[in-house]
C-alpha cells in the first residue's frame, strides 16, 4: 500500500495544461469565423460533406472523426458530415484507391449532385503515400475520379483540415463568382470495371 503511495507521489504531471491551448484555440477561432462566413455565402449556412475512405489506415479517419469533438467542433462554423453522398456538397475521400474500392468510388462520385467538390485528404490519397506502386491500389484517388483539392499530411491534423476547408472554399468562390463548380459529366473510361463504365479523373491522363 504505501510503495503504491509512494509511486504516485513520484510519478510526474503529464496532463497538459489549459493554457497551453489558449493561443491555438484563439487562431482556431479566427479561422473557423471565416469560414463560417464562406459556408454562409457559398452553402447558405451549412456545408454537407460525405467522407469515403477506399483503402486508408483509418489514420485519416480518426483526425476527421476529431472535427466533431467538443474541442474543434466545426458544426458550429457549419460544417456536416452526412450519411450519404446524395446529400452532400463535398466529397472528402482517404486512402489509396485498393482495387477494390473502386468501383464503390465511382458510384459514390457519381451519385453526388452537382455542383460538387472533391477533396483527396492525405498523402495516401493524393498519390497512393507509402502504398505507391502496391499491386493491391489503383492509387491515388485522381487516377480514379477527378479531383479538385488535395489536403495534404500523414494524416493532416483536424486543425490542418479546417485551415484548408478555408483555402478551398476561397479558390471555389473566386474560381466560380460566389458559387460552387460544377464538374462536366464523367466521360467512359476505356478500362472498364466489373460496374460499367467509369469516370476518368481529369489528371489521369497527365
Given amino acids: 500500500m504505501f510503495s503504491l503511495l ?3 507521489a513520484r510519478t510526474p504531471n503529464t496532463v497538459i495544461p489549459t493554457a497551453a491551448f489558449i493561443d491555438t484555440d484563439t487562431e482556431l477561432q479566427a479561422v473557423g469565423a471565416q469560414l463560417e ?3 454562409q455565402k457559398l452553402f447558405r449556412g451549412s456545408l454537407a460533406i460525405r ?3 477506399v483503402g486508408s489506415d483509418n489514420a485519416a479517419e480518426q483526425e476527421c472523426i476529431a472535427l466533431g469533438n467538443a474541442y474543434y467542433d466545426v458544426e458550429r462554423f457549419g460544417v456536416h458530415f452526412v450519411a450519404s453522398t446524395k446529400h452532400a456538397d463535398m466529397l472528402m475521400v482517404t486512402g489509396p484507391v485498393s482495387r477494390n474500392s473502386r468501383a464503390a468510388l465511382i458510384r459514390a462520385y457519381e451519385t453526388t449532385p452537382d455542383p460538387k467538390i472533391i477533396v483527396a485528404v492525405g498523402d495516401d490519397a493524393i498519390d497512393g503515400g507509402i502504398f505507391k506502386g502496391s499491386y493491391a491500389i489503383e492509387g491515388g484517388v485522381s487516377s480514379v475520379i477527378p479531383v479538385d483539392f488535395n489536403i495534404p499530411g500523414d ?3 483536424p486543425k490542418d483540415m479546417i485551415c484548408h476547408l478555408l ?3 476561397g479558390a471555389v468562390e473566386e474560381k466560380n ?3 460552387p463548380g460544377v464538374h462536366p459529366s464523367p ?3 476505356p478500362r472498364e470495371g466489373r ?7 481529369r489528371n489521369a491522363a497527365k
Fill in 6 to 8: 509512494a509511486k504516485i
Fill in 37 to 39: 462566413k464562406k459556408i
Fill in 51 to 53: 467522407q469515403v475512405d
Fill in 187 to 189: 466521360q467512359p473510361s
Fill in 167 to 169: 483555402r478551398i472554399l
Fill in 177 to 179: 463568382g460566389g458559387n
Fill in 155 to 157: 494524416p493532416p491534423s
Fill in 195 to 201: 460496374g460499367g463504365n467509369t469516370p476518368k479523373g
